[in-house]
């Protein structure tokens, strides 16, 4: 790995790097430009994300091609009603000596697809719980450390709803992201149409490797906050909190709960790595408003009254962060 005279080049080559890495995934996939940056967001900010769209928008692609651009072990798990706990994480088996055995099960990468998470029963879901968390599994008693870099990208199905399990609260905060997923531009659709249907296969270039990618993720963690921009994501994440001092109308009137202490955290570090990304040193407000949505979006629960008149939670958070400024 290179060597930095101080963190301000650091800084300079990770900026240099993601254009390199974004350069990679473009030749295999087209558009999706916001959501490629809220993924490189997350996995420099060390965090997980679950992508919500609808089948067919190249969500596994991206995943599988920044992974391997990245360098980076790629698993995907399928999830279905008959998954098992030890499908993910893996189960003990009696060798030849009749001696226990571990068999490492596919939670064992650096970058898990969790492929429509919400179709598993609560007690698989909960497998992922702990991995996500604190980065190890225990079975039987023994706890097993994952490899760093570890990121879990889950994906759901907004339309089909009939056989899945909405994930619980507590899992739902583990992500740092929940990024829609929308359907490409009609140019953009030509251009994949194009891309897809002829002979032509893309070779990926590796531009990162495991060691960079936790020098970088720990770069994002030193890059200095003016205490104004930690004021106003700390404020943005408490005015999403119904029935307080400071709960505006907006929220008391359409929030049945708001964004808890994670939300503030992952609101500053994701300017960090923000901020770093657009080539800037330390973040301010706008990077901030930056990954607000993203991060905020799995973390309001809307009342009855919102789902009737139709207030999505993008507009709650929009409202909030208009009054967030002010």
Not at 128 to 133: G, I, R, S, Y
Not at 208 to 225: D, H, T, Y
Not at 269 to 291: F, Q, S, W
Request: aromatic share 8%; charged share 20%.
């Amino acid at each position: 790995m290179k060597e930095y005279k101080d963190e301000v080049e650091a800084a300079d080559d990770f900026g240099v790097k993601v254009k390199a890495l974004k350069a990679e995934v473009n030749k295999v996939i087209v558009g999706q430009e916001d959501v490629l940056n809220a993924l490189l967001t997350s996995i420099f900010s060390n965090g997980h994300c679950l992508l919500v769209g609808v089948p067919g928008l190249a969500k596994t692609l991206l995943v599988s091609t920044i992974s391997e651009a990245l360098g980076l072990n790629f698993s995907r798990i399928q999830f279905t009603p008959d998954l098992m706990p030890s499908d993910i994480i893996g189960s003990e088996i009696l060798d030849e000596h009749r001696n226990f055995k571990f068999i490492k099960g596919p939670i064992f990468a650096n970058i898990i697809l969790a492929d429509e998470i919400n179709r598993t029963p609560p007690k698989t879901q909960s497998a992922l719980l702990e991995a996500m968390q604190e980065r190890v599994v225990t079975t039987a008693g023994h706890r097993y450390p994952l490899e760093a870099p570890f990121f879990v990208l889950a994906t759901q199905n907004p339309i089909e709803q009939e056989g899945t399990y909405p994930l619980p609260e507590a899992q739902l905060d583990r992500f740092m992201f929940n990024i829609w997923v929308d359907y490409p531009s009609f140019e953009e659709e030509v251009q994949i149409v194009k891309s897809t249907t002829g002979t032509h296969v893309a070779k990926l270039n590796k531009v990162m490797s495991s060691e960079e990618i936790l020098f970088f993720q720990s770069l994002v963690r030193q890059v200095p906050v003016p205490d104004g921009v930690v004021d106003f994501a700390v404020k943005l994440a408490n005015s999403t909190r119904p029935a307080k001092d400071y709960s505006p109308q907006i929220t008391n009137e359409f929030v049945n709960w708001g964004a808890g202490p994670r939300a503030s955290q992952y609101l500053v570090l994701g300017a960090k790595c923000h901020a770093l990304m657009m080539g800037r040193y330390t973040p301010d407000n706008e990077d901030v408003r930056a990954v607000a949505t993203n991060v905020l979006r799995h973390r309001i629960v809307r009342n009855y009254k919102a789902e009737a008149e139709g207030v999505s939670t993008e507009h709650i958070i929009n409202e909030l962060m208009k009054q967030a400024q002010a």
